[in-house]
């Protein structure tokens, strides 16, 4: 029997649930020579910013137990030379829906980026990482409250004509009514979550591991807690879910899946497999036959 | 880049921190000496990146230094065990410039990727001389390997117990005539001063904590005179005239 592995995004019809999280894949470019990059769902690029950033001083990694934190700081070219350059480059590489990661430090840069990349026929969804510090709120990320949250949401729906994502913050009190909030204020759909703020201690330098001190954890140490807010939001809102958080295997997509997400980021894997999106996707009908599903959208969102 | 499994043949001590491993497997995608490795460790998230010291047809040589609990895992694997691993990370030296006397300076654990280079240089025919920096003599790790290359080599100590007293900067000036061309890796306030003191071109190679060691995650970025750079994938090697110090 031949299974089903197709998924719709707000009527975006993706091969697959697959798709490379935002900051572990670059622009695909890398990857490209690591395998074809068609048999991905879609792409999310990495975060991309109103001007070029550099990002923070190294180190910027750390190991973990099962995961690790990266404080990277959002480096990347800056939304011009991404539409310029990344973009055209990706689109040569890659002929699947392209999510674009965007991130912004007030709502006009949000607007802005997510206004420029709106005119880009290569788009198909725009995804708003909220976990940005808000310059003009004594650096608060956007996504810690559910006001600055759907502030942000409004402010992007209105200059963009194709389906927006916000992607949620894990780190925060009650994810259910930020997701709210943004459903509210227009969200089309939702990724989840972002990293979970961690830090190491180097103990026989007693210092920080990581230069800015604190990070984000990500790699499978998260992911049950990455399933428990993908539910907790599937059940809370009608629009789309997205699950993302410590995937790293084919069961891990069907939990996921069975949580309630319509389509999954894979992450930090990426990093120590570079195989891994091209591992999961071979594996998937293999694991849809153990479980006896035909069509794995059939299982978004069974667990109750 | 390639993923492949090798076999270790041998690990030993060759000082109390410093270790070799001699491994089997497809080297197919090491292409220059300094580019380096990647190894998947039992119970660690991350891969190891380890420079290459030296690499033949189905043979690959690490060095490393036993420094956090990953490296000290290593230290503990026997002949036999298999490592997933990936190969042909980074650019590595460029031997294509042009020069005729070959400076190779190295501090430390910084030593292991000019052993290949060394050999390279020398099957070039170039002239080469090698300053090896350590904190002591017990320290000291590979001069007889590069000797055995039919290459000068000169080693320094911090402590005088070996060689010439004082850093490798000293070395150079004391006993170094007629270089027209510099390597080097070792630790970064060796480099700064290396260039510095020298007035002639060359390559450095950096290290800077890893992500992925394939360019996605931009875990290892430096900044340069011409933008931001990877440590894995522009790097590890840059021209000294690149770096912002």
Redesign the interface.
Same mark, same amino acid.
Request: proline fraction near 0%; charged fraction near 15%.
């Given at each position: 029997m031949v299974r089903d592995l197709s998924t719709t995004l707000c009527g975006v019809e993706l091969d697959n649930p697959i798709i490379p999280a935002s900051g572990t894949f670059g622009f695909g470019a890398e990857m490209s020579e690591v395998y074809d990059l068609d048999i991905l769902g879609s792409i999310s690029f990495k975060g991309t910013t109103l001007e070029p950033r550099f990002g923070n001083p190294t180190p910027r990694i750390a190991e973990c137990r099962s995961g690790m934190i990266n404080s990277v700081g959002l480096q990347n070219p800056g939304i011009d030379a991404v539409i310029a350059h990344e973009l055209p480059e990706l689109r040569k590489r890659f002929h699947k829906p392209i999510i674009a990661n965007i991130s912004g430090f007030s709502i006009d840069e949000y607007t802005e980026c997510c206004r420029r990349i709106d005119s880009e026929e290569q788009v198909e969804i725009i995804e708003v990482n909220v976990s940005c510090p808000n310059v003009h709120n004594g650096g608060m990320a956007f996504g810690t409250s559910p006001e600055s949250a759907a502030a942000v949401t409004a402010a992007v729906k209105a200059v963009t004509t194709k389906p927006v994502f916000i992607k949620l913050s894990p780190n925060v009190t009650d994810i259910v009514a930020i997701a709210r909030a943004c459903e509210d204020a227009g969200a089309d759909g939702l990724t989840l979550i972002n990293t979970m703020l961690g830090m190491r201690i180097d103990i026989a330098r007693r210092r920080p591991v990581i230069a800015n001190k604190m990070g984000g954890f990500s790699g499978q140490a998260i992911f049950p807690v990455a399933v428990r807010m993908v539910y907790q939001v599937a059940n809370a809102c009608k629009i789309p879910v997205i699950g993302c958080g410590g995937v790293a295997t084919a069961d891990d997509v069907i939990e996921m899946m069975m949580a309630g997400a319509s389509a999954v980021q894979v992450g930090a894997e990426n990093l120590r497999n570079p195989f891994v999106c091209k591992q999961i996707i071979e594996q998937l009908p293999e694991v849809m036959e153990r479980l006896g599903i035909e069509r794995l959208r059939d299982i978004i969102g069974v667990v109750k | 880049?390639k993923?492949t499994v090798f076999e270790i043949v041998s690990n030993r001590p060759l000082t109390e921190s410093v270790y070799e491993m001699t491994l089997s497997g497809d080297t197919s995608a090491i292409t220059r000496p300094g580019q380096f490795v990647e190894l998947?460790l039992e119970g660690?998230? @991350?891969?190891r990146p380890i420079s290459v010291c030296n690499y033949d047809e189905g043979t690959l040589t690490l060095i490393y230094k036993v420094v956090g609990k990953?490296t000290a895992q290593m230290a503990t694997l026997a002949a036999g065990t298999k490592i997933d691993t @990936?190969t042909g990370l980074g650019n590595g030296f460029d031997t294509s410039v042009e020069h005729n006397h070959a400076l190779l300076v190295g501090g430390g654990v910084g030593v292991p990727p000019l052993y290949r280079l060394a050999r390279n240089l020398v099957a070039e025919g170039k002239q080469v001389t090698v300053v090896l920096g350590f904190n002591t003599a017990a320290e000291i790790f590979y001069r007889e390997q590069f000797e055995a290359l039919g290459v000068n080599v000169v080693v320094a100590t911090a402590d005088g117990s070996v060689g010439v007293k004082g850093f490798v900067t000293d070395a150079i000036k004391q006993q170094v005539t007629g270089a027209d061309y510099f390597f080097s890796c070792g630790p970064l306030p060796m480099l700064r001063a290396l260039t510095q003191s020298l007035d002639i071109a060359g390559q450095i190679s950096l290290e800077?904590?890893?992500?992925?060691g394939?360019?996605?995650?931009?875990?290892?970025?430096?900044?340069t005179v011409s933008g931001?750079k990877r440590v894995c994938?522009e790097g590890p090697v840059f021209r000294k005239e690149e770096i912002l110090w």
């Open positions: - | 880049m993923q998947s660690y998230f @991350l891969r990953g @990936l800077e904590r890893m992500g992925c394939f360019g996605i995650c931009m875990g290892c970025s430096i900044q931001a994938k």
